[in-house]
């Protein structure tokens, strides 16, 4: 990919409230991601149809998990309170029954609440507040 559609890239990332573009030009493809501290990432990688790369951070995490997971239904970014001025939804240590809202995962602007399938205690959060989120990246651990 031409570098010159990269820096263009990072300039609209800059210049809006986005914290990551991906982009994917033939058998290219290039993610871009705003890390706390305005620094930025940047990947490129060939596009393969045959395998789905799991980041290895994530496997570490989810072999230490025991208890039930809440995962993540979709790619977003992730959010523990309702609104920037109200409580989180749920705390470590929290009781949580089936069907309680636990987030939020926010994506193209739509806020989508997560519940819980399980009852029990949260015992480890596993994202912050603010941070992007795969598919089926572990949330919240209930026990």
Avoid: W
Wanted: glycine share 6%; charged share 30%.
């Amino acid at each position: 990919m031409d570098i010159r559609k990269i820096k263009k890239l990072i300039e609209m990332l800059q210049e809006s409230d986005l914290t990551e573009i991906e982009v994917q030009e033939g058998e290219e493809s290039v993610r871009i991601v705003r890390g706390s501290n305005q620094s930025f990432e940047v990947k490129t990688t060939p596009i393969s149809h045959h395998s789905i790369e799991t980041p290895v951070e994530n496997n570490e995490v989810l072999a230490n998990e025991s208890g039930s997971l809440i995962k993540s239904p979709i790619v977003g970014t992730f959010y523990r309170k309702p609104a920037p001025d109200k409580p989180p939804f749920v705390e470590i240590g929290s009781h949580v029954n089936a069907g309680d809202v636990v987030c939020i995962v926010e994506a193209m602007k739509m806020m989508n609440e997560i519940k819980s399938e399980f009852t029990g205690k949260v015992s480890s959060i596993n994202v912050e507040d603010g941070e992007p989120v795969e598919f089926d990246q572990s949330l919240i651990v209930i026990d």
